[in-house]
């Protein structure tokens, strides 16, 4: 990659980056970088390797020894294969969330147990994707995720201060077991009922 530093007042510098690293293993990468800042997915549950193309501007303060956080601009083009979360926390709220009277009518418990099992121990599907990063808010144009869960489609915000406004959906068929007869399984005829969340507030 390339660096370049501008000292636009005494101890302060510009700093302006353009990075390319490939293989980067997940789980090294968190533990040394402290999970990011955040509590969402630490380097216990997530694994894959992944190749990154990041473009990066902001001012840095070498007298407070800080990045001026409003400064920074960035975009991060990142590609993961092999990746799987595990045991995430958020995965057991959005579970805890459907187990209500008005989501039974057409989830089932064992439909709602398989989902949790399943969610303890997600892989996903090899892909490509690039998130910007600007006024301390991470936006994440629209992204689709096959995993062997569910086919997700998901875009948002998550700010530095943990403000997350995600709006996802996938198709209800995804949630629910496998369904047997007499004449065996049923397959499902790829139709189906589309379902909209949306998550907003302090994560």
Do not use: C
């Not at 000292?7 to 690293?21: D, G, Q, V, W």
């Not at 915000?157 to 496998?178: C, G, I, P």
């Amino acid at each position: 990659g390339n660096l370049s530093l501008e000292e636009y007042s005494p101890m302060r510098f510009k700093i302006n980056t353009n990075l390319e690293a490939n293989q980067i293993d997940f789980i090294p990468l968190f533990k040394e970088w402290n999970n990011f800042g955040q509590e969402l997915i630490s380097a216990e549950n997530i694994s894959g390797l992944s190749n990154a193309k990041i473009a990066f501007q902001g001012k840095y303060d070498y007298f407070e020894q800080y990045i001026d956080e409003e400064s920074i601009v960035a975009s991060v083009k990142v590609s993961i294969q092999n990746g799987s979360l595990k045991n995430v926390a958020f995965f057991a709220e959005i579970v805890e969330s459907l187990n209500d009277p008005k989501t039974k009518i057409v989830l089932n418990q064992r439909d709602l147990a398989q989902l949790e099992r399943n969610l303890k121990s997600l892989t996903f599907s090899d892909f490509e994707h690039q998130f910007n990063i600007q006024n301390r808010v991470v936006t994440i144009p629209q992204l689709t995720i096959n995993s062997n869960v569910m086919r997700l489609t998901l875009a948002g915000t998550h700010s530095f201060d943990n403000q997350v406004n995600y709006a996802m959906n996938f198709n209800l068929r995804d949630l629910k077991s496998k369904k047997k007869s007499e004449f065996g399984e049923i397959i499902d005829d790829g139709s189906g009922l589309q379902i909209y969340l949306r998550m907003t507030g302090d994560f």
